[in-house]
């Protein structure tokens, strides 16, 4: 009878200790919760998926790169500090949300709307050339001849910022010509479909 008395006793105990720490908001246990939550978007508003998603921790190191296979991503665990997460590393303008941190009590919903892709400009299977033109100073040479060696006789002309942009296909010498200066001569060969970046640099005549 007296064990029986004590094993009511602390069954009735063990009962008041877990009330008070459910109603002190406390747990022994921790309840599993997914850290964030991404909602994907296209530009005009619809569900999105297959978009590339990077996770990076505090030191911009990719921690998780996945894609997605619907218009939901749950990534439910990631490290200490702050995080970012870029979401259409694919695409021409991607989304980077930033200062992520994981709280257990406060899980992240983000929803992300992707910029249109028409920003590559269509490149299809040729390359986008961007040509800056500036002087040995590093100042703008506006209005200068862009000549391909591929195509004598046709050309055309940076704008009043020195910049030069078209569609690009093959290897060719480019050949930069202005009144006043050197011609400036560079090879560029476009090997896929890609950016292709190049500064020019002018001499003025006579100048050393």
């Known amino acids: 009878m ?23 908001g406390l747990s022994l246990f921790g309840a599993d919760t997914c850290a964030l939550t991404l909602q994907l978007f296209s530009y005009d508003g619809r569900p999105a998926s297959n978009a590339w ?29 702050p995080h970012s997460l870029r979401v259409g590393a694919s695409w021409g303008l ?10 257990l009590k406060a899980p992240l919903n983000i929803k992300v709307v992707l910029n249109s892709t028409n920003y590559t400009g269509g490149m299809g299977s040729g390359c986008l050339l961007y040509l800056r033109v500036a002087d040995r100073a590093g ?15 046709t050309s055309a002309k940076a704008d009043s910022f020195g910049r030069y942009q078209a569609l690009y296909g093959g290897t060719n010498e480019i050949v930069v010509r202005k009144e006043g200066y050197e011609d400036s001569r560079t090879v560029v060969a476009c090997k896929d479909t890609e950016q292709l970046d190049r500064g ?9």
Do not use: H
Request: aromatic share 4%.
């Open 2 to 24: 007296q064990f029986k008395n004590i094993a009511a006793l602390l069954s009735i105990s063990a009962r008041r200790l877990a009330a008070c720490l459910c109603l002190g």
């Open 53 to 81: 998603v990077e996770l990076r921790d505090s030191e911009d190191k990719v921690v998780l790169r996945t894609q997605m296979e619907g218009p939901t991503l749950r990534i439910c665990d990631f490290g200490f500090g």
């Open 94 to 103: 991607p989304v980077t949300v930033s200062n992520l941190r994981l709280l």
């Open 139 to 153: 100042q703008p040479v506006p209005g200068a001849d862009i000549l391909q060696s591929n195509f004598p006789g």
């Open 200 to 208: 020019v640099v002018m001499t003025r005549i006579g100048e050393k």
